[in-house]
């Protein structure tokens, strides 16, 4: 109690200049009608530029919430058509059985890591084993292939990009179904390149490529990019420069693809393959 009378008495000039400020300035603005004005304007300016502020953060949060619950809506119907729609056809003579089954199950995932200018470039996501995440699952996103799961832990997972020069996948043209391998050269990350298409083959800029369904990893049709330039070099085969549809500068939503019946798959194909 002491120490604050002795901190009144030596300040009380300056709570004293303060208080006739407040003052001087109440009366001033009470008979001067065009500066109230003035001060009112400027706080109602204040008021509403923070209310805009707050207004466009609370939409931002709102419109990210909804992506959200939209991504995860949109899994669930392409679980759900994956389960109404795909069939697997058993034929014995003239008789056939269709048995409902589902191929493949999508799980939604958030980009938290993600390079492009390496040679070997990878993407980590928020979702690991305990989501279901597995080695060699696919991931694309909704304008197209994205890459494969290199490594799982409990709760993350890091996927070996389309922009890494280990990464080989095989595509087909739409229009014809040619199909070759498509990779990645290191350079520019909206390109990757598309071998193995024999030259008599008609291929023309703007041609869509898509994923060939001929690996385990991914489904049959997902969007690759468009032909960009056709090059006919020396050798029996095109070199295709694919303008890439993802656009690994702006990754954010992705679905990790697991196919279910990739040992099955597997399995029969090794055995057939030791023949």
Not at 23 to 46: C, K, M, P, Y
Request: net charge positive.
């Amino acid at each position: 109690m002491r120490n604050l009378i002795r901190f009144l008495l030596k300040y009380y000039l300056v709570f004293l200049f303060l208080a006739l400020e407040v003052v001087s300035l109440a009366i001033f603005f009470q008979r001067n009608e065009f500066q109230r004005a003035g001060i009112l304007n400027a706080t109602d300016r204040l008021k509403g530029a923070y209310h805009q502020k707050l207004g466009n953060l609370r939409s931002y949060l709102y419109l990210r919430e909804l992506n959200r619950q939209l991504a995860e809506e949109n899994i669930r119907l392409k679980n759900e058509l994956g389960r109404a729609y795909e069939s697997e056809e058993i034929f014995f003579y003239s008789v056939h059985d269709s048995v409902r089954g589902q191929s493949y199950y999508y799980t939604p995932a958030r980009v938290i890591n993600n390079t492009i200018n390496k040679q070997r470039n990878y993407i980590t996501l928020d979702k690991g084993r305990v989501d279901g995440i597995k080695e060699e699952d696919g991931v694309i996103c909704p304008s197209g292939l994205v890459g494969v799961v290199y490594r799982v832990s409990p709760y993350f997972s890091t996927v070996l990009s389309v922009l890494n020069l280990d990464f080989r996948v095989s595509a087909r043209m739409k229009k014809n179904n040619y199909y070759g391998s498509l990779f990645w050269d290191g350079l520019d990350y909206r390109f990757a390149t598309l071998t193995e298409i024999p030259h008599h083959v008609d291929v023309l800029p703007g041609d869509t490529i898509l994923t060939s369904g001929y690996s385990a990893i991914f489904p049959e049709g997902v969007m690759v990019g468009v032909v960009d330039k056709v090059s006919r070099k020396g050798g029996d085969f095109l070199e295709i420069r694919v303008r890439l549809a993802t656009d690994f500068k702006n990754l954010v939503q992705v679905q990790v693809v697991t196919n279910l019946r990739k040992e099955e798959r597997k399995s029969i194909e090794n055995l057939s393959n030791s023949d």
